[in-house]
């Protein structure tokens, strides 16, 4: 069953709620498999990458919200969103700092800096120091860890 949204919280559950409603999300990789494709789960839960141009948002240009596939946490509004050439979907921001962790990342032979869901600890993607302005950040993120929200201009603010 693969519907790609979490399942609503239990009693249990709901009583850890946060400031904003959302809820921490810890599961099996069992419980991970039944809700996600099977890309996204070796993208988010396994740390993979998928292939460059081959995702449903690297050239995606409308209006909305990124939001975790695995937990609908929002990561990146679309005005943050650039043409780095990558064949990923990029951002010079997330919609909020709390939103995304960092994690230092030695594998392939270098050092980068992973970005991760900070309320599901799903892989998003690595952060790089070659953005535009204002930051001069790159999130370089997969489409398989990223659900696309399409809404009007003024909803995103």
Not at 16 to 42: C, M, V
Not at 70 to 82: D, I, M, N, V, Y
Not at 116 to 124: E, M, N, T
Request: net charge negative; hydrophobic share 30%; glycine share 8%.
């Amino acid at each position: 069953m693969n519907t790609n949204s979490p399942t609503g919280p239990s009693s249990e559950e709901k009583s850890h709620e946060t400031e904003d409603g959302l809820l921490p999300i810890a599961a099996s990789d069992a419980e991970w498999q039944t809700r996600l494709t099977a890309e996204q789960f070796k993208v988010t839960r396994r740390k993979g990458t998928e292939r460059a141009f081959t995702g449903a948002l690297w050239d995606n240009h409308e209006t909305g919200v990124h939001r975790c596939v695995c937990c609908g946490q929002p990561l990146f509004h679309s005005k943050a969103k650039f043409e780095s050439g990558t064949g990923w979907p990029s951002f010079y921001e997330p919609i909020a700092s709390d939103k995304v962790g960092e994690v230092v990342d030695k594998s392939w032979f270098a050092t980068r800096t992973e970005i991760v869901c900070s309320r599901c600890d799903a892989h998003l993607g690595h952060v790089f120091e070659d953005g535009p302005k204002p930051t001069g950040l790159r999130y370089c993120m997969n489409s398989a860890a990223l659900k696309f929200e399409k809404r009007a201009e003024k909803e995103t603010k």
